[in-house]
């Protein structure tokens, strides 16, 4: 029996399982820094620490942590209405207040099912349907902190978390792109 042999094929296999890209630990802030590059907006930091929040991630191609990435978005969705739901029974707030949060709870039931349909979307690569379905997920961000914005003096209780809705749907959207151009 050759025990050289023995030793260079594991050694061999560390080595491929090391370099191979899609296996690689930096592959998370690789793929974050090049979507940060491509948006302004979207927080490099923010980014990494969404994505390696999901085990999953440390093994991932670029395709699976898009879709990861949309995974993470709907779950947030998912919290965010259960929350806002929590916040309307709360008394403290005034009929204006709750007819916000209503509108909020409806524009995010509906960014989950365009979610849900541009994830799928995206794992067929159909990438402009489902940019599409992202960008029309993420208003619904902009246009629950709007209807506050409305009466005077009001503020949101939801600007922390619209904030990260939005950012996590710019993250779809940038590796929507990405991919789309590959």
């Known amino acids: 029996m ?31 820094r090049k979507l940060a590059d ?16 999901d085990s999953r991630s440390r093994t991932a191609t670029l395709e699976e942590l898009g879709a990861i990435s949309v995974m993470l978005t709907i779950s947030n969705a998912t919290n965010l209405k259960s929350y806002i739901f ?21 524009l995010y039931s509906d960014a989950i099912d365009t979610l849900r349909n ?8 159909h990438y402009i349907d489902a940019k599409q379905g992202f960008t ?13 914005m409305e009466k005077e003096g009001e503020s949101s209780p939801l600007t922390k978390e619209d904030e990260r ?7 779809d959207l940038a590796f ?5 151009k590959k």
């Open 136 to 148: 029309s997920a993420m208003d619904a961000s902009v246009t629950c902190e709007e209807g506050f």
């Open 38 to 53: 491509r948006d302004p907006d979207l927080k490099y930091h923010f980014c990494v620490a969404s994505l390696e929040s």
């Open 118 to 125: 541009a994830l799928d979307d995206f794992k067929n690569k």
């Open 86 to 106: 929590e916040l309307l029974e709360d008394k403290r707030f005034d009929p204006y207040s709750k007819g916000c949060l209503r509108d909020c709870l409806e």
């Open 165 to 171: 809705f939005f950012q996590l749907c710019a993250m």
């Open 2 to 32: 050759n025990y050289r042999n023995l030793f260079i094929y594991p050694c061999l296999c560390l080595l491929l399982l090391f370099f191979h890209p899609s296996l690689s630990c930096d592959s998370v802030h690789q793929a974050c």
């Open 176 to 180: 929507a792109t990405i991919l789309d």
